[in-house]
């Protein structure tokens, strides 16, 4: 038997990942009043859990993502926000790199996909808005701390990041001119290995120094980008 729920409060995870562009996690809901719409994973918080343990509960039943950190976002409170009665929502977050992770969809959602960032479909209730400002809250996160530890390959491309921090900036960035910038932020160790499997000359792999990036992200700065 399944433990009793709050019915005013749920948990919504905004789940971003990138794989040469940026993605969202989706679920399709099996049934209740939107079955068979792509959503954000979410669920009512049980009444014998707090809402962090909520959080890693609904998100691993509905996609099968366990042991990743979520951090709290905001709470979406308006009063017609849900169809039926009044809910609030509690909105949390994780950057993810798409290829360590194999979704398994269960619980009431019948499938699981990363849907490219600008080709989401409509979404239900009010998340839409959910995934903008939590998109808003990323953007303004970049420019202040060093992002993609969790979302790159342990090794990976000058390119490959560029094309992380456009994706999360929704902009075309200058090639030398970002390069510059980030190698004044010492981040980055050269590997002495080249990507396999070029179509063109191979390009260098690098790795984040971690000592650094996250004595970066408890610093705080401002990366004009």
């Known amino acids: 038997m399944e433990p ?4 005013d409060l749920s948990i919504d995870c905004v789940i ?26 979410g669920g009512f918080v049980q009444k014998n859990e707090s809402i962090d343990d909520a959080a890693e509960r609904i998100l691993y039943r ?3 993502i366990k042991e ?5 976002t905001k709470a979406f409170g308006s009063v017609d926000r849900f169809p039926t ?6 909105a949390y977050q994780a950057l993810l790199n798409v290829q360590n992770f194999t979704l398994n969809p269960g619980f009431t959602a019948d ?16 998340h ?32 490959q990041l560029q094309l992380l921090y456009e994706s999360m900036l929704d902009i075309k960035l200058d090639k030398p001119n970002f390069r510059r910038k980030i190698d004044k932020m010492n981040l980055l160790i050269d590997t002495g290995e080249v990507e396999k ?10 790795r984040f120094d971690e000592q650094i990036y996250y004595r970066l992200k408890e610093k705080k700065f401002v990366l004009d980008l």
Request: charged content about 25%; overall charge positive; glycine content about 6%.
């Open 197 to 206: 499997n070029a179509t063109y000359r191979a390009a260098k792999l690098y």
């Open 111 to 126: 499938g699981a996909e990363w849907f490219n960032y600008n080709e989401i479909p409509p979404l239900p209730y009010d």
């Open 16 to 41: 971003f990942g990138f794989d040469k562009e940026l993605k969202l996690l989706l679920v399709r809901h099996s049934d209740g009043i939107s079955k068979g719409k792509w959503a954000l994973p």
């Open 4 to 7: 009793s729920i709050l019915e």
């Open 68 to 72: 990743i950190y979520l951090e709290q």
């Open 62 to 64: 509905l996609t099968g």
């Open 128 to 159: 839409a808005d959910i995934v903008k400002y939590t998109k808003e809250q990323l953007r303004n996160k970049v420019k202040q701390e060093p992002v993609g530890f969790n979302m790159l390959p342990p090794k990976f491309t000058l390119f």
């Open 85 to 90: 009665k009044r809910v609030v929502t509690i």
